[in-house]
Structures are given as structure tokens and as C-alpha cells.
């Protein structure tokens, strides 16, 4: 009889949690202040930095947020920076710059 409360307690354990990998709103959050602090560091004179964060965001995957908010413990702060400037510098996040006529970084 144990078997089924055992399987009872993980459904509801898992019921509570967020889907593995899936960033909740808290990272998102997180990665969008950190992508902003990024470009505050790299780019003291860019004043777009809130737009440049939101396009950035736009253009990562579920694990780049989360690495992005601090949730992978393998991240340091130059991983961050790097990542951040990477997606800044694709192709989509460069489109969505101009389309919201803000410059790209860099």
C-alpha cells in the first residue's frame, strides 16, 4: 500500500513545481536586470538599455533566461556579460533594435 501514496506525493510534488527548464516570471525578471546591468557595464553611454533587455529576452531560449537570471550555477558574471552581448548580436535581437529605432549594441 505504500506504492500508491508514494506515487500520490511525487504527483503532487510535481504538480507545485515549474517544468524543468521552463523560466518563471521571476527569471525572467532576474535575466532582464541582469542583460541591463550588462549593458550599463559594457555600454555606459547607451541609454536603451531597458529596450536593448526586452529584445535581448525576446530572442533567448529558456535556458539562456534561466543562465541569464543566475540559475545555473556555472555562470559567473563574464559568462553573463558574454552571453548577454552574444544574443544582443544575433540577427533577431539586431532586427528588433531598429525596429523599435533603437541602435545596436556595439
Known amino acids: 500500500m505504500r506504492a500508491p501514496s508514494a506515487v500520490l506525493s511525487v504527483a503532487v510534488l510535481g504538480a507545485c513545481a515549474a517544468p524543468a527548464g521552463e523560466p ?34 525576446s530572442n533567448a ?17 563574464k559568462g553573463i556579460a558574454t552571453l548577454a552581448i552574444a544574443i544582443a548580436n544575433r540577427p533577431e535581437t539586431r532586427g528588433c533594435l531598429q525596429s523599435n529605432n533603437v541602435p545596436v549594441l556595439g
Open 61 to 77: 531560449s529558456d535556458a539562456e533566461i534561466l543562465n541569464l537570471a543566475g540559475q545555473t550555477r556555472a555562470m559567473t558574471s
Open 24 to 57: 518563471s516570471a521571476a527569471d525572467r525578471d532576474a535575466a532582464n536586470q541582469a542583460v541591463q546591468n550588462v549593458i550599463a557595464d559594457s555600454y555606459p553611454d547607451y541609454p536603451f538599455a531597458a529596450v536593448a533587455a526586452s529584445c535581448v529576452q
